[in-house]
């Protein structure tokens, strides 16, 4: 049963535009969202994160939208680079539970130069 | 200087085997984490530790033995390897409470014959 899921397995946009990475959850107890980056043979790496008291986090060109209603978060990538390219990763946690992160399937982004 | 290193990079074995990966973090942290990647690309935690202390412990056959002699080091044994057991294996790290600086190392790719 996953709690966490990413439903686009994979991604392809031009260099420059918007790169929007979607996720979906079911456990209404989560109010900590990540969102990791991981190239091939690395291990995933932190990018962005989100708490349940916010709805919208920006770091940079990464902005995460949290829609707790509808139980979906979703990553902006303005504007995508090729290095962008990597599987992303969505993570959800309960403040009850801190240590125990459920992790999404991955979505592989492509930023076509 | 690597942050978390796990070895073997890749492991290759027959069924009916015992083995071992070891995981170590030169960050200080004081929580570590196993892991497991399946072939559906979900990442699901198997075991935490907490100085040492196992506080997370999902529903894993007993088959899967996590030790850790200090706070730096948290190895994962398997015995009587079973087909289903490949997979890739992360350890990460982080500080107890703070769920945005947990630290994944490269990975562990088991294959089992």
């Known amino acids: 049963d996953q709690q966490v899921k990413q439903n686009s397995p994979s991604l392809s946009v031009q260099e420059g535009r918007i790169s929007i990475l979607n996720c979906d959850y079911t456990?209404?107890?989560?109010?900590?969202f990540l969102w990791y980056k991981k190239y091939p043979a690395e291990g995933p790496t932190f990018l962005i994160s989100i708490s349940s008291i916010k709805d919208k986090n920006e770091d940079g060109r990464f902005t995460v939208f949290l829609n707790k209603s509808a139980k979906h978060l979703s990553l902006h990538i303005v504007p995508s680079q090729p290095g962008d390219s990597a599987v992303y990763f969505c993570a959800a946690a309960g403040t009850y539970n801190f240590n125990k992160f459920y992790f999404g399937s991955g979505t592989k982004l492509n930023v076509k130069p | 200087d690597t942050a978390v290193s796990q070895t073997p990079k890749y492991l290759v074995t027959q069924m009916g085997n015992d083995k071992s990966i070891k995981c170590e973090q030169n960050l200080g942290h004081d929580t570590m984490y196993w892991y497991k990647q399946d072939s559906k690309k979900f990442l699901k935690i198997m075991f935490s530790?907490?100085?040492?202390?196992?506080?997370i412990n999902e529903t894993v056959p007993n088959r899967f033995s996590p030790k850790s002699p200090d706070k730096a080091h948290l190895n994962l044994h398997i015995n009587s390897l079973e087909l289903g057991d490949s997979a890739v294996y992360f350890c990460?790290?982080?500080?107890?409470?703070?769920?945005?600086?947990?630290?994944f190392g490269p990975g562990t790719r088991l294959t089992v014959l």
């Open positions: 456990n209404s107890m989560f109010d900590y």
């Open positions: 530790y907490n100085n040492k202390e196992l506080i």
């Open positions: 990460a790290s982080s500080q107890q409470g703070r769920t945005d600086t947990q630290y």
